[in-house]
């Protein structure tokens, strides 16, 4: 008999069909999120569930799901997984890392270039029909040469950021999260890339771009004092989690013009984004696209399949979580 596995959401056919050579699979169809009730009920008996970082696996889903034997995480984020109620009853819970580094980074450059070019700002502005054309002042942003690029969290989506700033000439400056406060001894990873503390970072980078995992030390990293040491020309860029940035100080330094402006693919409470966010023009809003091409969302879910796979065959999952 093929073991039953709970999947809350489509995958492309492809890794579907393999999955389901070798499982029974339970697929929440639809283009809504399981609800939470559906995803209590629909893991009992199943052995493995396959989930995306829109379902929240507490402690009332693992203790729902008995013969769970992993929780294979669709995203290289694991935020909303219980990872401690996990461990302690030994379901092994595994994440997508490395597969969607680049594109996640390329998407950061997308927002960068967006934010100090206006990109939306004057799409908006010609889609209204009020564009009167070329002017020598109009719309003007801030060129990226010359500038200083700081990294909050240089990990394996922050590395890949820092590595295509050479091609816009920008300098890079990062600080990883263990040097939050000070840098850690030999925390220098690259020899073009110079290590400082979060708050030398902020006051003294031009565009500045986060890449930590939302844990209890990084919710709202970035709030109003984090905001008001940035230069008041700096940008400021989200692609990690939402509540790495409190929206209502951002929406207040963007207001106040306390900074120059913000590009965001991720909010506090998706799919919500913050009132006081919308109307402001200088912010660039994605809806969480930073790893949706073909290619890394195919290799996502495969990378998952994979670990599944290998955990009912008794093997060690691929890719488990750290902490
Ligand atoms: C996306 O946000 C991910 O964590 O994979």
């Known amino acids: 008999m093929k073991p039953p596995v709970l ?40 052995q493995a569930l396959l989930c995306l970082l829109t379902d929240r696996v507490d402690r009332e889903v693992l203790e729902a799901g008995v013969d769970l034997r992993i929780v294979a995480n ?15 009853r030994a379901i092994p819970v595994t994440n997508t890392p490395d597969v969607l580094t680049e594109a996640t980074a390329e998407f950061t450059w997308a927002l960068i270039l967006a934010v ?13 029909g009020t564009w009167k054309g ?3 002042d109009f719309m003007l942003g801030m060129e990226l040469r010359g500038k200083q690029l700081g990294i909050v969290g240089l990990g394996r989506i ?34 073009d890339v110079e290590m400082m503390t979060l708050d030398r970072l902020l006051a003294t980078s031009d565009v500045v771009t986060l890449h930590v995992p939302l844990t209890s030390e990084t919710r709202h990293l970035i709030g109003r004092h984090a ?6 020309t700096g940008y400021l860029v989200n692609t990690s989690r939402g509540p790495v940035v409190d929206e209502d100080a951002l929406a207040w330094a963007l ?36 790893s949706a091409t073909t290619e890394t ?20 999952p691929l890719t488990p979580v750290a902490g």
């Not at 100090?116 to 004057?122: D, H, M, N, S």
């Not at 905001?227 to 008041?232: A, F, G, P």
Request: charged letters at 25%; glycine letters at 8%; one cysteine or more.
């Open 116 to 128: 100090t070019r206006r990109v939306a700002e004057g799409e908006r502005l010609l889609r209204g």
């Open 134 to 136: 070329w002017a020598l």
């Open 7 to 46: 999947l809350t959401r489509r995958i492309p056919a492809s890794v579907l069909s393999r999955l389901k050579a070798t499982c029974s699979v339970d697929l929440h169809e639809g283009d809504d999120p399981i609800s939470h009730d559906d995803l209590i009920s629909r893991v009992l008996g199943k």
């Open 158 to 191: 922050g590395s890949a950021v820092a590595a295509r700033a050479p091609a816009f000439g920008m300098s890079v400056a990062a600080c990883s999260l263990e040097a939050m406060t000070a840098p850690a001894p030999g925390a220098v990873r690259r020899p």
């Open 255 to 290: 207001g106040e013009r306390l900074i120059a402006g913000a590009a965001l693919d991720v909010y506090e409470q998706e799919p919500r984004v913050y009132p006081g966010l919308l109307g402001l023009d200088n912010v660039v809003l994605a809806p969480h696209l930073g």
């Open 227 to 232: 905001l008001s040491r940035m230069k008041r």
């Open 74 to 88: 669709i995203a290289v984020g694991y935020d909303n997984i219980d990872v401690a109620a996990a461990r302690a």
């Open 297 to 316: 969302r195919t290799a996502m879910a495969s990378l998952a399949v994979d670990n599944v796979l290998a955990v009912l065959a008794g093997r060690a």
